[in-house]
């Protein structure tokens, strides 16, 4: 079985974060824009599962004008 919050975690650093990286723009630039804090982004993209609150990920999703629902769909594809 799949563990759902590190599929979240890797979707998130893979189609967000690393783009946004590859950019030469900053995560702690991404933290900010996400309305989440730096360590959070750190823990996201650990090696360790990070078990994401729901909150965080509405605020990451909020800042890019895309809905929970939008996100889990974008998730499941």
């Known amino acids: 079985m799949i563990d759902i919050?590190?599929?979240?975690?890797?979707?998130?650093?893979k189609e967000?974060?690393?783009p946004w990286l590859d950019q030469g723009k900053s995560q702690t630039s991404f933290a900010k824009l996400?309305?989440?804090?730096?360590?959070?982004?750190?823990?996201?993209?650990?090696?360790?599962?990070?078990?994401?609150?729901?909150?965080t990920l509405y605020k990451i999703c909020?800042?890019?004008?895309?809905?929970?629902k939008d996100f889990f769909?974008?998730?499941g594809n």
């Open 5 to 13: 919050n590190k599929k979240i975690c890797n979707y998130i650093v």
């Open 16 to 18: 967000w974060l690393k």
């Open 34 to 55: 996400h309305n989440v804090e730096e360590s959070t982004i750190r823990k996201i993209k650990g090696e360790n599962t990070y078990h994401i609150p729901v909150e």
């Open 62 to 68: 909020s800042a890019r004008k895309l809905s929970l």
């Open 73 to 75: 769909e974008n998730l």
